[in-house]
């Protein structure tokens, strides 16, 4: 049984062998951490010459930042405090966006969060600057530095060295119509106001040239540099999405409206083209390949596609998840979902693949416009990118153009190739090699188009459609295989297999347009998923488990809380429960800590009535949490500081009554003193008396 699947892959492999260029896709999985990922940002901050990810999740819990290494291994999670929530008791503050970067370059990391407040009569709209310290006993925290009110809601954060200083600011743009500059310490150094609210907001600095903003409003898209606004270009709808980078010869802005319309301006503002590709979320423009040339990527709801420089669709891969933003560093994609961060590599091979074709393509149309020394030329260099990836169905196209140039020299002699062209794909037909039946056919057709042989082009035409009836039909029965396969494997534990075989089906089933196998499949698939995040949940709740009775409850806490968010998503009310009450009790520890390091701080600096405070209430946790070892620590240092403080009040008392002492030894000596002296006046002012009698 277990050699089985791979029989059957074999099986398909030879089944739809005739499609292997089709099977390219551009993206090759890296690696993949199961946490909703709302934005993404790659840094070396420790220039250690690795990178690290941070990833910020927005969730109505607690909105942290997930840091990875550059191979995917969680190294921390830190979360943004909820500042004013202890200012407006009737009034509860969630976390819209957390935006991260080292503005300065200091290897501190600088943050910038945006939350609302709503409440009864509290509407309010915050920006904190935040940076992430260490504080000894305590570790890595997030520290309010500086914080600002807007108007209304706060809708995007980025950064960039706008004043050209040398470090970058904030820039973060709200509904109120303005886009807010601040430095690093939380200074407005410039303001900027649109005629409608702002939605969106990004920016880049090009070599020897100023920063520029691009700002997505009601109104339109807007140019601004640090003297102010230079144009707005204006759209039919609301702009949600921008993003602006340097392609081909100069610099090219992406826009996104809520119609789902993508527009590519120019740096003047001058519309190059509008394309409207359904559920648009992300696009950006970068070279994911390292070839030197750019590539135009954009994500919808679970599609990455690429696009040609005139917008239309070149490839499209699927993800199976809600995806939330698309990031392009170092040649590799970073994509959030609401189900994972997924990172992705280009894949070479896809690359050259579609070079090849698009150099077969002119060469094609040299061909049946009689243009053979050009037809050559192209099909020769087309061959060459075609067997650099093994492509064979490729490598037969160019062969075939390559042996016909120079034969025909009038109509009649394309006549007669097109005439051999078909014969030879009815052979081919009946020898049930479709791939070539269909070439050829192709060929022919295309010929007896190019001379205007309607006759013969109409009885070729109902022949390829014949022949493609025949190749669905194969693929069909090679998708049901992938199909059956995953089954197979998805019964087996082999959630990673069981998806690839579910996705090539679908991809089959796709280009056949068939309906009903694209719906089994995406239930499949869904199954698939549901089955391995009930396995990956219980693993990050293993984990969970095994750091809590080590005593390591930040790792607690944080393999709970995925593990949590994993149960969520497949309704798993059972893992729900039980990873919440573990990442409670976690966090509680981790409360308690803090409190026990607070108080044992205040205590040697001999500030008796904070550590009192502080250690009372890490006692309080523990004795919900039930842990009389905690307890008796707790009990331990209200003993040494209800010691320190009985030896500070003996010690207090003492020099009390020193001090009265002395006090009563002076007056004392004062009075004795005094009584010395009065006989003496007495006697001298009875003399004289005595004298005047």
Request: aromatic share 12%.
């Amino acid at each position: 049984m277990k050699s089985k699947p791979l029989v059957l892959i074999i099986l398909v492999l030879a089944l739809i062998g005739f499609v292997s260029a089709e099977d390219y896709q551009p993206l090759e999985l890296e690696w993949m951490y199961p946490i909703k990922t709302d934005d993404i940002k790659v840094l070396d901050l420790d220039k250690d010459g690795f990178n690290e990810i941070y990833a910020s999740s927005i969730q109505k819990r607690d909105s942290c930042v997930y840091t990875f290494n550059e191979i995917g291994k969680l190294e921390k999670r830190n979360c943004v405090p909820k500042f004013s929530n202890p200012l407006y008791p009737h009034a509860d503050e969630n976390i819209k966006i957390i935006y991260v970067d080292d503005l300065d370059s200091d290897g501190i990391l600088d943050i910038c969060a945006a939350s609302k407040i709503i409440g009864t009569a509290v509407n309010i709209n915050k920006v904190y600057g935040i940076r992430r310290e260490y504080e000894p006993g305590i570790g890595y925290r997030y520290k309010r530095k500086w914080e600002f009110t807007t108007r209304q809601s706060v809708t995007s954060i980025f950064s960039e060295d706008i004043n050209n200083n040398g470090i970058k600011e904030f820039i973060v743009s709200s509904l109120d119509f303005n886009v807010y500059i601040f430095n690093k310490w939380g200074g407005l150094d410039r303001e900027y106001t649109l005629e409608s609210g702002v939605w969106d907001i990004y920016a880049t600095k090009f070599l020897n040239s100023s920063a520029k903003i691009v700002a997505g409003s009601l109104n339109g898209v807007s140019l601004i540099d640090y003297g102010g606004v230079k144009w707005t270009y204006p759209t039919d709808s609301r702009i949600s999405e921008v993003y602006i980078n340097s392609y081909k010869y100069g610099s090219r802005i992406l826009a996104i409206s809520e119609n789902s319309d993508l527009y590519m301006l120019s740096q003047h503002g001058r519309k190059l083209w509008q394309k409207h590709i359904p559920n648009l979320v992300d696009s950006l423009i970068g070279d994911l390949n390292n070839d030197g040339a750019s590539e135009i990527i954009v994500g919808t709801n679970n599609k990455i596609i690429f696009l040609d420089d005139n917008g239309n669709v070149e490839h499209e891969q699927i993800m199976d998840d809600d995806i939330l933003s698309i990031k392009l560093y170092n040649n590799k994609l970073y994509i959030g979902c609401n189900n994972g961060i997924y990172v992705f590599k280009s894949n070479p091979d896809f690359f050259i693949n579609r070079n090849a074709e698009k150099l077969y393509s002119i060469a094609y149309q040299y061909y049946v416009q009689g243009k053979y020394e050009l037809a050559k030329k192209y099909a020769e260099i087309s061959k060459r990118g075609f067997s650099d990836v093994n492509n064979e169905d490729g490598i037969q196209r160019c062969n075939f153009i390559l042996s016909a140039v120079g034969t025909v020299t009038t109509v009649m002699d394309l006549v007669e190739i097109a005439n051999d062209y078909f014969a030879k794909s009815r052979k081919f037909f009946d020898k049930a090699d479709y791939e070539r039946a269909e070439l050829y056919a192709k060929m022919a057709l295309d010929i007896y188009v190019n001379v205007g042989n309607a006759d013969n082009a109409i009885k070729c035409d109902e022949f390829l459609q014949e022949i493609r009836e025949r190749i669905n039909e194969i693929k069909r029965d090679a998708a049901y295989q992938y199909y059956s396969t995953a089954i197979e494997f998805l019964e087996a534990g082999l959630f990673e297999n069981a998806t690839e075989s579910a996705t090539r089906a679908r991809t089959i089933y796709l280009e056949i347009n068939d309906d009903e196998g694209i719906s089994q499949c995406n239930s499949l698939i869904q199954e698939i998923i549901n089955r391995g995040c009930l396995v990956q949940a219980d693993e990050f709740y293993s984990m969970a488990e095994d750091y809590y009775n080590s005593g390591m409850y930040e790792n607690s806490s944080t393999y709970a809380e995925i593990a949590f968010g994993i149960y969520s998503k497949i309704n798993n009310s059972n893992g729900m429960e039980k990873s919440a009450l573990l990442r409670d009790k976690s966090q509680k520890y981790l409360d308690a800590g803090i409190y026990l390091e607070l108080a044992q701080k205040y205590f040697s600096e001999g500030n008796y009535d904070n550590a009192t405070k502080q250690v009372e209430m890490a006692k309080s946790i523990y004795s919900e949490l039930n842990d009389p070892e905690r307890i008796a620590d707790c009990d331990s240092l209200v003993s040494k500081i209800e010691e320190k403080k009985l030896g500070s009040l003996i010690l207090n008392v003492a020099l009390f009554f020193f001090v009265i002492a002395i006090v009563v030894i002076l007056l004392l000596v004062f009075f004795r003193g005094s009584k010395h002296k009065k006989p003496e006046e007495t006697k001298v002012e009875s003399q004289g008396s005595a004298e005047s009698k």
